[in-house]
Structures are given as C-alpha cells and as structure tokens.
C-alpha cells in the first residue's frame, strides 16, 4: 500500500505561482512513477503531467507545457507540481497519483492521494 498526501493549493490570482507537494509512504518511493492529475467541476479527471521513478523523464499535457514543472525527491519522498503563468482555467482540483512507471493514462496509477483545491481567479 502507499499513502499519498497533497499541499501547496489556494487560491492566486492569474498569472501568480504555487507550488504542489506530494508526500509518500508505505512503500518504496524510488520504485513508484508519479503523476498529476486535475478535476474541474463538470469534467473528468485529467493528466497533467508525470516522471519515471528517477524522475530523469517527465511527461506533459499540451495546455501546461511550459508553464508546470514536475519534480521529485526520492530522499525526501516527495513530488512536486510547480505551476507559473496560472490561469483561471487551471481551476481544479489536483490529485497526486503512484504506479509502476510515469504514465499519462490515469488506469496505470494505483494509488491517488485525497486531493488539493487550486483557483485562479482572473
């Protein structure tokens, strides 16, 4: 089993910063693929991004690229989702998720956390 506990949302006005943190237990760290993923209101759950278990690779969806950076401590059993240049549209909230190896496809995770509120107001 492995316990995944997101912090870092709020609320930031448009174009601000955050930065998501996702802490990790129960199992070997280095071992897991970590992804992002978002839900707004209305719509499904969505990729956002993730990294293989060094975190030497990292996968991006189209409408973050650029903008988000994952990243990951396996010392510290952490990952990481900074986000710059928000916008409103980035409103969700966002899940952290572990699975064998990084992946877009939210079936390859097995394990998500509870989740964390981002609003960017304009």
């Known amino acids: 089993q492995v316990q995944l506990v997101e912090s870092g949302g709020g609320l930031v006005q448009a174009g601000g910063s955050l930065r998501l943190s996702c802490a990790a237990s129960?199992?070997?760290?280095?071992?897991?693929?970590m992804g992002w993923f978002r839900q707004a209101p209305g719509k499904e759950r969505e990729f956002v991004a993730a990294?293989?278990?060094?975190?030497?690779?990292?996968y991006y969806a189209d409408s973050v690229k650029g903008r988000f950076a994952i990243s990951r401590d396996n010392a510290k059993n952490t990952v990481y989702l900074q986000m710059n240049s928000l916008k409103p549209e980035d409103t969700a909230v966002y899940y952290c998720?572990?699975?064998?190896?990084?992946?877009?496809?939210?079936?390859?995770?097995?394990?998500w956390g509870q989740g964390t509120q981002v609003t960017v107001s304009s």
């Open positions: 998720a572990a699975g064998p190896w990084g992946s877009p496809n939210r079936r390859d995770y097995a394990y």
């Open positions: 129960g199992r070997s760290f280095s071992n897991l693929g």
């Open positions: 990294c293989n278990r060094s975190g030497s690779s990292t």
